[in-house]
């Protein structure tokens, strides 16, 4: 798909940029803010009309005919509520249809952990430091994501034994203990990779 296929509408751009450059003002990640221009973007084009034509019935009517699971939808509603809200609030509308969309019931979701021999199949294939990787995601529950980003500094030693500060979505933090033996390979690998290449914090480099 072209770049230009992917643009919003050209009645929503300026509206867009905006908004988004608001959400910059405010300190959001730009992850998130990525996230949201792709979602609004995406609303704008099956919309098809002027943001200060859509209808309360319009946004309820797109959402509704959508089989998104809960956290995508979740995920629309928030970004849909949050452009039409400022829109509102700027004096770009007299009005916010967002207001009109319910909320999104709250599911728990189902773990579904990866079996034993899978992983097991993995780390027999994998070198040296995709066994690190995996058994952070196998032993310390981390995603991709959160393993890319393991930094030096995020292994810490206390009393109840070694943790990690993981940074997950919306720079959120928690503290995940691992292994003695896991910390320690964290640090042999830090110590190795010093010798052969630049000095850098970020545990996992992409070489």
């Known amino acids: 798909m072209s770049m230009h296929k992917k ?6 751009r300026d509206e867009i940029t905006l908004w988004l450059e608001s959400l910059t003002a405010a300190g959001l990640s730009q992850d998130t803010i990525n996230t949201r221009r792709c979602k609004i973007g995406h609303a704008a084009r099956c919309l098809d009309k002027s943001p200060y034509d859509v209808t309360s019935e319009d946004l309820v009517h797109w959402t509704a005919s959508q089989s998104w699971k809960a956290e995508t939808r979740k995920g629309y509603r928030n970004t849909l509520v949050g452009f039409f809200r400022w829109l509102h609030a ?9 207001v009109a969309l319910p909320k999104v019931r709250k599911t728990r979701p189902h773990p579904r952990p990866c079996p034993d021999a899978h992983i097991y199949a993995a780390m027999c294939a994998a070198n040296d430091v995709e066994r690190l990787m995996l058994r952070l995601g196998a032993e310390a529950g981390l995603r991709l994501s959160e393993i890319a980003a393991v930094h030096s500094r995020d292994v810490l030693e206390g ?7 993981v940074r997950g979505k919306g720079d959120k933090q928690r503290l995940v203990p691992v292994s003695g033996a896991a910390r320690e ?3 042999r690998y830090l110590d190795d990779r010093a010798t052969k290449t630049s000095a850098s914090d970020v545990v996992f480099l992409n070489n």
């Open 90 to 98: 700027t004096g770009r509308r007299a009005d916010d249809p967002a």
């Open 7 to 12: 643009l919003p509408p050209a009645q929503w």
């Open 185 to 187: 390979k964290i640090q």
């Open 159 to 165: 009393d109840a034994g070694p943790s990690l500060i």
